[in-house]
């Protein structure tokens, strides 16, 4: 028959159906026949016949598996049979469906930040044809930002302009490596017409830098190669948003003069909506090569970007790096040091990378517990169920047939299970996206492609497969006697055994990632509870930026200093109100230090992290001064240069010995004047910025006078200054009143965010709130999906033992022992789950040390609280199934035997 038939066949069922049985009739009377030439009865050779042929049914069922057609007619009307017992039972199938959704539903949105990190290609042109420069230096880990020393020389010579010449198998560009410290800058918007002073956000860099990312500008054109020098013309260039909104779509913006850091910058071009670039900024100003006061200094805090040329490989890359002078600049005890490129891809991803690769573990554990979960439910189904199908099999169903049927079931019920979690996918992929900062965003934003949606599918297939094993497996060991008996139950839920495997595993999987939210959680108190160091009640900072202009000189920097504060401090409500260059929990500049006296003295130049503030700082803040004295307005330009020093401070270079009195020389002032120290201020707890990579800590740190500050351009290219006040309470429209008092100060300075000491220590530890928001959720949901698994495979044990408890019952147990029995069946393979989960967790938690702060993978308070949690979650999710004895009458039972 040709398939073109075949398919025919399916439009007229009926008439195939009556075909089909009018050739088994046939058959039958033919042997019947040939039987009673034979010499049998008419009635013995009927009998014969039909017992060789066998069940009509099953022969018609035969008949049609052979031709492919009308099997996928027989597939459709298990599909209908499955609908109809999903309708049956709706408790059962909406418990199915729901684990699925949830379970397919987290998996999908973390394999859709999965997908954005590290399958889907970024959002430039040709991404595969972009790297970044990156440093290999023996000892060290790799980065990004780096300067070429020339050894003939002894010229620092900034590492893009040297790859222009050297690496002529690639475009190359820079950009500005400002560590999210300053990433802003004032911009006068008079060509708007309204005359207000903007903060924006910009980025500076190098000439052919949108030409690397593939980005044409929408109006004008980029940078050129003279415009990214020391002496290069003051020349931007706008996002699309910023055009539009400040600049009211202006098609001549091209060749206009804007007042930016309080100079006059020609806009030289508009980049297209839309544009994605590594750093989003509002406008981009050049880099200014060889500037030590740029955001490059010399050179080595810029990023470099490459374009491999057409017909160019990264071979010859590679080559040419190889040739280019070695990074001397990193010491002469380094020799093991060369470039290498990185594709851009690995470099913007590398950091995420361990953080979406454990998120996706973590789901993993869920979806795997979710199919314990759900063969638990099918155990439980299937146990109801075998009557049904001891009667399909006594009728001459086969076997395969009634498994294809649980396939069926377990496949419809995971298909809408995945519909369901794709739109619960998207409902979490919208809270990522509000929740998650913009470094923890793929480039192009969280989407739904087709690596997801397939994602998706593939898991509802495999959920469906594992979670039909079991009940599956049951089918073949159904026992037709006892099932057909009057109110026989002949369990096919497999052993006990299974059984305890089941909610051992979901158990040991739901312990590990218990126990790693308990760390995180553990960690992020250890981190909320180190003393700040300071009084943080009633204090409010607002932040500025003085990378400007208008205050390169010491002068004008002192004046709006002193002036502003003096406005702040008239406020009704404020009580006192000072400057620093960093408030608390914020980290401070790194800078060189040579101690002059003690046991450290001539010891090589060491890091330390400095601050200026003004005379007023510690007493706002309330740092209490342990030894010497603080600040005072006659330590100003023209005094003896002087220093406070922390506790850290005093202890890493003066070890016991008392500093006040003591020396030490600025890296950045040498040959100038030693500076010397007045007195000794409480560690204040800081995001560390010189040593280690606790998000809070506390390190060295010295303090200057803000009088004293002679360049004061240098430090306000990394950093904006904070105004901070303290008020005796709660001060209505405080904010308003402070850019009120720098408005009368300087009416173009905006100060560009306020922050309360919450606000401050919140940002600092937002990647640990999240990290421990999102493995809570998780934790949680594979708690729910254990308990709720745990209570159907005690529900199944019930089912199963329903007519042994009965005897027993009626033969004088009592309902509280056979109660205790069932239910402690399930605390014992909990307990037996939770012993492997902590055996499991003391190598799987290892891998979270990076992320712990303050305790231990092997914390015995989180290894011993999580196996109580999950034994009092285990504990009442056995005992509400077990306590369905109480319903079992043994009167019935008896009779029933």
């Known amino acids: 028959m040709s398939w073109t038939a075949r398919i025919r066949n399916l439009g007229r069922r009926g008439k195939v159906d009556a075909d089909i049985d009018e050739e088994l009739r046939a058959h039958i009377e033919m042997a019947v026949e040939d039987s009673v030439r034979q010499g049998l009865t008419e009635q013995e050779a009927r009998r014969a016949a039909r017992l060789r042929f066998g069940n009509p049914v099953v022969m018609k069922e035969r008949t049609m598996s052979a031709d492919a057609a009308l099997g996928l007619d027989s597939l459709l009307r298990d599909l209908k049979f499955a609908l109809r017992q999903m309708n049956k039972s709706p408790g059962y199938s909406a418990a199915v469906v729901a684990t699925l959704t949830l379970a397919i539903g987290v998996n999908t949105a973390v394999f859709s930040m999965l997908d954005g990190f590290l399958l ?80 924006v956000h910009s980025a500076t860099v190098s000439a052919h830098y949108f030409d690397v990312l593939g980005i044409r500008p929408y109006l004008g054109r980029e940078f050129t190669p003279g415009e990214d020098s020391a002496a ?57 090569a ?29 080559a040419q790096l190889s040739r280019l002078p070695r990074p001397g600049y990193l010491g002469a005890g380094l020799t093991k040091t060369w470039f290498y490129a990185k594709p851009l891809q690995q470099y913007e991803t ?43 099999l006594a009728l001459g169903a086969s076997q395969a047939a009634v498994l294809r049927q649980i396939w069926v079931e377990s496949l419809t019920l995971g298909l809408l299970g995945s519909g369901a979690g794709v739109g619960v996918a998207v409902l979490i992929q919208a809270g990522l996206q509000r929740l998650l900062p913009a470094w923890m965003i793929p480039a192009g934003g969280l989407s739904l492609d087709w690596r997801v949606f397939g994602f998706a599918l593939a898991a509802a297939l495999a959920t469906s497969l594992i979670f039909g094993v079991l009940p599956a497996l049951a089918v073949r060991r159904v026992d037709l006697r006892s099932s057909l008996s009057a109110g026989g139950r002949s369990v096919a839920g497999g052993s006990g055994k299974a059984r305890r495997l089941l909610i051992g595993g979901e158990v040991a999987l739901t312990v590990v990632l218990l126990a790693a939210a ?15 160091g300071f009084d943080p009640h009633n204090v409010m900072t607002a932040k500025a930026s003085l990378n400007d202009a208008r205050y390169r ?9 002193t002036e502003s504060i003096a406005a702040m401090k008239r406020i009704p409500g404020v009580e006192d109100a000072a400057v620093g260059l960093s408030a608390p929990y914020e980290r401070g500049l790194n800078t060189g230090v040579v101690i002059q006296d003690g046991p450290r003295a001539g010891a090589p130049d060491t890091a330390s992290s400095t601050s200026y503030v003004t005379p007023g700082y510690f007493r706002v803040l309330r740092i209490p001064i342990l030894a010497g004295r603080a600040f005072t307005d006659s330590d100003s330009a023209g005094s003896e240069p002087v220093a406070l020093v922390n506790e850290s401070f005093a202890r890493k270079f003066f070890h016991k010995r008392d500093p006040v009195g003591q020396h030490f020389e600025i890296s950045e002032r040498a040959g100038e004047q030693p500076v010397t120290i007045v007195g000794i201020v409480q560690n204040v707890v800081k995001e560390p910025g010189v040593y280690g990579n606790a998000p809070l800590a506390t390190e060295s740190v ?20 904070s105004w901070i006040v303290r008020t005796r309470g709660s001060v209505p429209g405080l904010t308003a009143s402070m850019q009120k008092a720098l ?40 708690l729910l999906l254990s308990a709720v698994g745990i209570f159907a495979l005690v529900s199944n044990l019930v089912v199963q033992r329903k007519r042994e408890i009965g005897i027993r019952i009626a033969l004088g147990a009592s309902f509280r022992d056979a109660i205790r029995q069932v239910a402690w069946s399930g605390v014992t393979a909990a307990c037996l789950g939770a012993a492997a989960g902590l055996t499991c967790s003391f190598f799987v938690l290892r891998v979270m040390k990076s992320a712990l702060y303050g305790v231990r993978p092997s914390d015995p308070v989180t290894l011993t609280l999580v196996p109580l949690l999950l034994m009092a979650v285990a504990g009442l999710a056995s005992l509400l199934p077990a306590l369905r004895i109480t319903r079992i009458d043994p009167a019935t039972t008896l009779r029933a035997e």
């Not at 020339?150 to 050297?166: E, F, I, K, V």
């Not at 000189?553 to 200093?561: H, P």
């Not at 006078?705 to 351009?713: E, I, S």
């Open 120 to 199: 889907r290609k970024l959002p430039y042109s040709q991404p595969d044809r972009i790297a970044a420069l990156m440093v290999h230096a023996e000892g060290m880990a790799s980065y990004c930002h780096c300067m070429v020393r020339d050894d003939d020389d002894g010229a620092d010579t900034p590492t893009w302009q040297a790859l222009q010449h050297s690496v002529t198998a690639a475009t190359v560009a820079a950009y500005g490596a400002e560590f999210g410290l300053s990433d802003g800058v004032n911009l006068q918007a008079g060509s708007a017409g309204n005359h207000a002073a903007l903060y």
């Open 232 to 288: 290069g013309p003051n020349v931007a260039m706008l996002s699309y948003g910023l055009w539009r909104t400040v600049f009211h779509a202006n098609q001549n913006i091209v060749g206009q003069v804007i007042d930016l850091k309080g100079e006059p910058f020609t806009v030289v071009g508009v980049l297209p909506a839309g544009a994605v670039t590594p750093d989003p900024a509002q406008i981009w100003v050049p880099v200014r």
């Open 290 to 318: 060889g500037d030590p006061n740029g955001v490059c200094g010399e050179g080595d805090n810029c990023g470099v970007l490459m374009r491999l040329k057409p017909g160019a490989t990264w071979q010859q890359v590679a």
């Open 350 to 392: 590398s950091d995420m990378r361990p953080q979406v690769e454990a998120l996706m573990l973590a789901v993993g554990f869920i979806l795997l517990i979710a199919c314990a979960n759900l063969a638990g439910l099918t155990l439980v189904r299937v146990a109801e169920r075998t009557q049904e199908m001891a009667t399909r």
């Open 518 to 532: 308990g760390l995180l959680v553990r960690t992020l108190v250890h981190l909320e509870t180190l003393p700040p």
């Open 553 to 561: 000189n010491a002068a004008a920097f002192q004046s709006v200093l």
């Open 702 to 721: 010295f303090y200057i006078p803000a009088a004293q500050v002679k360049h004061p351009a240098s430090w306000h290219v990394w950093f904006q200054p």
């Open 743 to 782: 408005a009368s100060v300087d009416p173009d300075l905006p100060f560009s965010g306020f922050y309360s000491m919450d606000d401050l220590m919140d940002r600092e530890l937002q990647t640990q709130r999240i990290e421990v928001l999102l493995l809570s959720v998780l934790a949680g949901l594979a």
